[in-house]
């Protein structure tokens, strides 16, 4: 089992930035792709963007254009943490953001939510206009 710990929402205003935290737990070695997703009220949960840990290769949902140069996903392996950062926040970009973890995942699939098995809570970030 992996524990996922999200922290870092909040409310800012546009333009601003945040960046959330992912601290995992647990069997970490199961968590070889971590991945943010968010899910704005009466939308579907969307990828974000997926880092493979053990080579640090990132990828980023391309059908979710308005993140594309604002949202940088990272990590830090001995704290077995990932980070997204947002800048430029813009108030389409409110939603609850989740963590997620997978052990393999195709890497056509790293954005799917239905291949990652562990999730966070959430945490919410609104951006104000």
């Known amino acids: 089992q992996v524990q996922l710990v999200e922290s870092g929402g909040g409310s800012v205003q546009a333009g601003g930035s945040l960046r959330l935290s992912c601290a995992a737990s647990?069997?970490?070695?199961?968590?070889?792709?971590m991945a943010w997703f968010r899910q704005a009220p009466g939308k579907e949960r969307e990828g974000v963007a997926t880092?493979?840990?053990?080579?640090?290769?990132?990828?980023?949902?391309d059908s979710v254009d308005s993140v594309k140069g604002r949202f940088t996903i990272s990590q830090d392996n001995a704290k077995n943490t990932v980070y997204l950062q947002m800048n430029s926040l813009k108030p389409e970009d409110t939603a609850m953001y989740y963590c997620?973890?997978?052990?393999?995942?195709?890497?056509?699939?790293?954005?799917?939510?239905?291949?990652?098995?562990?999730w966070g809570q959430g945490t919410q970030v609104t951006v104000s206009s």
């Open positions: 997620a973890a997978a052990s393999n995942v195709a890497r056509w699939l790293v954005h799917d939510a239905r291949h990652f098995a562990y």
């Open positions: 647990g069997y970490t070695s199961s968590a070889n792709y």
């Open positions: 880092i493979y840990r053990r080579g640090g290769i990132t990828y980023y949902a």
